[in-house]
């Protein structure tokens, strides 16, 4: 938040608080999508729902310039104590809504908040190619599911970050430590992989790195790494696709699955 020490009026709309957020889908989601289609380059986007509902004119921008659109949820809640009727119903809500915004379904899906019993609800739904909601590795990897049947399915996870993200420009991390906080990062797994593959993914938010000041860091970083050879700046679905094809699930077992009944 731009608002130093902010706090939630309990049971109240916080309308400061609002409109920072109204930013990023008036001004910043464009300045980011402008400045990606300037470098000739693609992203994932997490777009949540109900957001894409209410800005139509941003599913086709994205589709246009070659965006994932993934899902990012239908609304941006806690879902720890959510029941699994209701998470079941918003997944498939947020899939509608990125049917009418972009015309295809996401193949991916971050739901942000998740709780134990969001993954086996992507599986049970059958649709995801892949999903992020893991900080574990560097790397995908693969997770299996059991069902009551004792019918296993394979799911491949691609991890996503909070330490390469904007949300640290609350932090302090403004501008050029942005930028060489991503340097870093990046370096150190470029050398890596050298000789293991590695991933490095930058999350990024409409309503903070939208800003002027802020951009020009993100500006900055890709310049960078667009100077090294081997490097490969795609979506997250061009991700999965190639695990899927190179590094395809091994034949599981019982043993190394995990059990979910509703599969």
């Known amino acids: 938040s731009e ?3 902010c706090a939630p009026y309990p049971e109240q709309r916080h309308m400061n608080m609002e409109t920072l957020y109204e930013y990023g889908s008036r001004a910043g989601f464009w300045r980011i999508l402008n400045l990606f289609k300037s470098k000739n380059l693609c992203a994932t986007v997490y777009a949540v ?3 894409i509902e209410l800005n139509p004119r941003a599913g086709p921008a994205m589709v246009d310039a070659g965006f994932e659109v993934a899902s990012h949820g239908y609304r941006w809640i806690d879902y720890q104590n959510v ?3 209701t998470e079941r119903t918003h997944i498939q809500k947020a899939i509608e809504a990125n049917v009418k915004a972009t015309g295809s379904r996401p193949v991916g899906i971050y739901q942000g908040k998740p709780n134990k019993n969001t993954r086996s609800l992507i599986v049970e739904e059958g649709g995801f190619l892949y999903d992020s909601d893991s900080y574990s590795d560097d790397l995908p990897y693969w997770t ?11 799911h491949l996870v691609i991890p996503y970050t909070l330490d390469c993200n904007d949300m640290r420009f609350a932090q302090g991390l403004e ?3 942005f930028f060489a906080y991503l ?3 990046f370096d150190t797994l470029y050398q890596e992989g050298l000789t293991h593959p590695k991933m490095m993914t930058v999350g990024l938010h409409c309503r903070i790195v939208g800003r002027p000041a ?4 993100l500006g900055r970083f890709l310049d960078y790494v667009k100077n090294f050879q081997d490097v490969w700046i795609c979506t997250r679905e061009q991700i999965a696709n190639h695990w899927h094809k190179n590094h395809p699930a091994s034949p599981p077992s019982l043993k190394d699955a995990h059990v979910a009944s509703n599969l």
């Open 175 to 177: 501008c050029d430590r």
């Open 49 to 51: 729902g109900r957001a």
């Open 183 to 185: 340097k870093d990062a």
């Open 214 to 217: 802020r951009i020009a860091a």
């Open 3 to 5: 608002i130093v020490g």
């Open 144 to 154: 299996y599911w059991c069902n009551a049947e004792g019918e296993i399915r394979s």
């Open 83 to 85: 029941d699994c009727v």
